[in-house]
């Protein structure tokens, strides 16, 4: 890695960063990293992303490669999902659980075949996650690779995603579903290319080499790609109602109270660390769950503030903002089971008094477009 | 740089304040707007509200964070820009004109005596950058 990125500084640098620099992004710390926050504006990037198509530099995520023996039978028993329906160049969203059935991370599981898989993780999450992969995998079988600080991430988000990629990657991308992925070359350099994102729109996840990356960015620049941060990110991902790990979800909350039963395949798969806290949740029901509020005025419910049942606190609201596309306010928050049917109506404490919200379906918006 | 124009009084916590006679129209700063980034919702106290210097106004969100508003005088509420309900973006586009906040009727326009002046406060939030 070229060492002009590596200047020392308290908080990490990207490959991608002087690009952001030199773009006058605005930037914020963020898990220990310098990250653009935004470019030319949170809205104007989410309606981008909604309308077109926006690019993230996700560099700062971490990536894994495990590959030997019987790898996806190992990691079968860290994670609730069932990974043998994994054909390759298939991938699964999943968690990674402690024995408390708690959320470790939210990672990406992308099996390559061959006894190969890749991983992302999250940015904060990273030495966490590989500590505990290290920890609970036979290494005689399995040599693991971490490839965060060599590789880059580029998100390339958005309906037209397709059309501004296919340039530059000699491998027709129509055909690849949501969640699938290969390995390809790009601008004749080689890449692994991923249908998937966290914005709620159709999008490629894109992993090469940092010169390469650099080129990339620039060239999709150039074809009209609006460069997002981490604002319009947040915005997208809260209107798709993507969990954000260490604010939605953490180490003190299951898939089953974080709304992700649909990753959790008890019937189908054997053991695996935490599965008899799932069971009893399973079988018992939940206390708590994580819901989608539409708050009822303009008045905007964010992380932290608390939800309201006939004047009792009874919950706390995770994420929230206001939806650019939907125009009002809508917020994830952890409210008791018997409270979360949709329709139930709440009310948020903010700056002292007391606003009507309503639980509502998640997501809040779903894309007509996704693959 | 963003622009202070010479004719406002500027508080530290960037509000500004127009005085017209005893009646105070105050807004907040470029600077204050550049920093909240997009606002999408102004939430202003009712006409005939009375106020002392220091107390909180209301409050502005944007996409991203909530700011609050002091006043910066002592006196009552004598009227609010409603534009903003609908188009609170006025405040990002022109925060010293159309995007201006409330009037406020002022007990003691020597309250302002200490505001500082636009040079004053340029160099504390440019500065500060």
Same mark, same amino acid.
């Given at each position: 890695?070229?060492?002009?990125?590596?200047?020392?500084?308290?908080?990490?640098?990207?490959?991608?960063?002087?690009?952001?620099?030199?773009?006058?992004?605005?930037?914020?710390?963020?898990?220990?990293?310098?990250?653009?926050?935004?470019?030319?504006?949170?809205?104007?990037?989410?309606?981008?992303?909604?309308?077109?198509?926006?690019?993230?530099?996700?560099?700062?995520?971490?990536?894994?490669?495990?590959?030997?023996?019987?790898?996806?039978?190992?990691?079968?028993?860290?994670?609730?999902?069932?990974?043998?329906?994994?054909?390759?160049?298939?991938?699964?969203?999943?968690?990674?659980?402690?024995?408390?059935?708690?959320?470790?991370?939210?990672?990406?599981?992308?099996?390559?075949?061959?006894?190969?898989? =890749?991983? &992302? /993780?999250? #940015?904060?999450?990273? +030495?966490? $996650?590989?500590?505990? *992969?290290?920890?609970?995998?036979? @290494?005689?079988?399995?040599?693991?690779?971490?490839?965060?600080?060599?590789?880059?991430?580029?998100?390339?988000?958005?309906?037209?995603?397709?059309?501004?990629?296919?340039?530059?990657?000699?491998?027709?991308?129509?055909?690849?579903?949501?969640?699938?992925?290969?390995?390809?070359?790009?601008?004749?350099?080689?890449?692994?290319?991923?249908?998937?994102?966290?914005?709620?729109?159709?999008?490629?996840?894109?992993?090469?080499?940092?010169?390469?990356?650099?080129?990339?960015?620039?060239?999709?620049?150039? =074809?009209? &790609? /609006?460069? #997002?941060?981490?604002? +319009?990110? $947040?915005?997208?991902? *809260?209107?798709?109602?993507?969990? @954000?790990?260490?604010?939605?979800?953490?180490?003190?909350?299951?898939?089953?109270?974080?709304?992700?039963?649909?990753?959790?395949?008890?019937?189908?798969?054997?053991?695996?660390?935490?599965?008899?806290?799932?069971?009893?949740?399973?079988?018992?029901?939940?206390?708590?769950?994580?819901?989608?509020?539409?708050?009822?005025?303009?008045?905007?419910?964010?992380?932290?503030?608390?939800?309201?049942?006939?004047?009792?606190?009874?919950?706390?609201?995770?994420?929230?903002?206001?939806?650019?596309?939907?125009?009002?306010? &809508?917020?994830? #928050?952890?409210?008791?089971?018997?409270?979360?049917?949709?329709?139930?109506?709440?009310?948020?404490?903010?700056?002292?008094?007391?606003?009507?919200?309503?639980?509502?379906?998640?997501?809040?918006?779903?894309?007509?477009?996704?693959? | 740089?963003?622009?202070?124009?010479?004719?406002?009084?500027?508080?530290?916590?960037?509000?500004?304040?127009?005085?017209?006679?005893?009646?105070?129209?105050?807004?907040?700063?470029?600077?204050?707007?550049?920093?909240?980034?997009?606002?999408?919702?102004?939430?202003?106290?009712?006409?005939?509200?009375?106020?002392?210097?220091?107390?909180?106004?209301?409050?502005?969100?944007?996409?991203?964070?909530?700011?609050?508003?002091?006043?910066?005088?002592?006196?009552?509420?004598?009227?609010?820009?409603?534009?903003?309900?609908?188009?609170?973006?006025?405040?990002?586009?022109?925060?010293?004109?159309?995007?201006?906040?409330?009037?406020?009727?002022?007990?003691?326009?020597?309250?302002?005596?200490?505001?500082?002046?636009?040079?004053?406060?340029?160099?504390?939030?440019?500065?500060?950058?």
């Amino acid at each position: 890695m070229a060492n002009q990125e590596n200047i020392a500084a308290s908080l990490a640098r990207t490959p991608l960063y002087q690009l952001g620099v030199e773009l006058k992004a605005r930037l914020t710390s963020f898990g220990g990293w310098e990250m653009p926050v935004q470019y030319s504006g949170i809205t104007s990037e989410h309606e981008a992303v909604r309308n077109a198509a926006g690019m993230f530099d996700i560099s700062h995520m971490g990536k894994f490669t495990l590959e030997g023996k019987k790898v996806i039978d190992q990691l079968q028993g860290l994670v609730p999902s069932d990974l043998s329906r994994l054909q390759a160049g298939q991938a699964q969203y999943t968690v990674l659980l402690n024995p408390q059935g708690g959320i470790i991370d939210d990672i990406i599981i992308y099996y390559q075949g061959e006894e190969k898989v =890749a991983i &992302v /993780v999250n #940015a904060a999450t990273t +030495a966490k $996650d590989k500590t505990w *992969l290290l920890q609970n995998l036979n @290494l005689d079988e399995i040599q693991f690779q971490d490839l965060s600080p060599e590789k880059v991430l580029i998100a390339l988000q958005g309906p037209q995603a397709e059309n501004y990629l296919q340039p530059f990657v000699e491998t027709d991308l129509q055909p690849i579903k949501a969640f699938g992925h290969l390995q390809a070359n790009i601008l004749g350099q080689p890449a692994f290319i991923a249908r998937t994102g966290y914005t709620g729109e159709d999008g490629f996840e894109i992993m090469v080499d940092p010169e390469v990356g650099r080129e990339l960015w620039r060239n999709l620049y150039n =074809a009209g &790609v /609006v460069p #997002a941060g981490l604002g +319009a990110r $947040d915005t997208l991902r *809260l209107e798709a109602a993507m969990a @954000l790990y260490g604010q939605d979800i953490d180490d003190n909350t299951t898939p089953l109270e974080a709304g992700l039963g649909w990753l959790v395949h008890l019937d189908t798969k054997g053991d695996f660390i935490g599965r008899s806290v799932l069971e009893q949740q399973k079988a018992n029901g939940v206390q708590r769950r994580l819901v989608g509020l539409q708050m009822q005025g303009r008045n905007i419910a964010r992380h932290g503030y608390q939800v309201l049942s006939a004047g009792q606190v009874v919950g706390e609201v995770t994420s929230g903002t206001i939806s650019p596309t939907l125009g009002y306010p &809508v917020a994830l #928050a952890y409210i008791p089971s018997k409270l979360a049917k949709v329709g139930q109506q709440l009310e948020v404490e903010i700056r002292g008094k007391a606003y009507p919200a309503v639980v509502v379906k998640r997501p809040f918006y779903r894309s007509k477009t996704k693959k | 740089m963003a622009e202070y124009p010479d004719d406002l009084k500027y508080q530290d916590s960037h509000e500004y304040v127009r005085l017209d006679g005893e009646i105070a129209t105050i807004g907040i700063t470029e600077f204050a707007v550049r920093e909240l980034g997009e606002i999408v919702f102004v939430e202003l106290p009712e006409i005939g509200k009375t106020f002392a210097k220091g107390d909180e106004l209301g409050t502005i969100e944007s996409v991203k964070a909530v700011g609050e508003l002091y006043s910066p005088v002592t006196g009552a509420v004598v009227e609010s820009n409603n534009a903003l309900i609908d188009d609170p973006e006025l405040l990002n586009d022109d925060p010293y004109g159309e995007g201006w906040l409330l009037k406020i009727r002022v007990d003691d326009p020597s309250e302002l005596d200490d505001a500082l002046t636009a040079s004053q406060y340029s160099a504390l939030v440019e500065g500060a950058e």
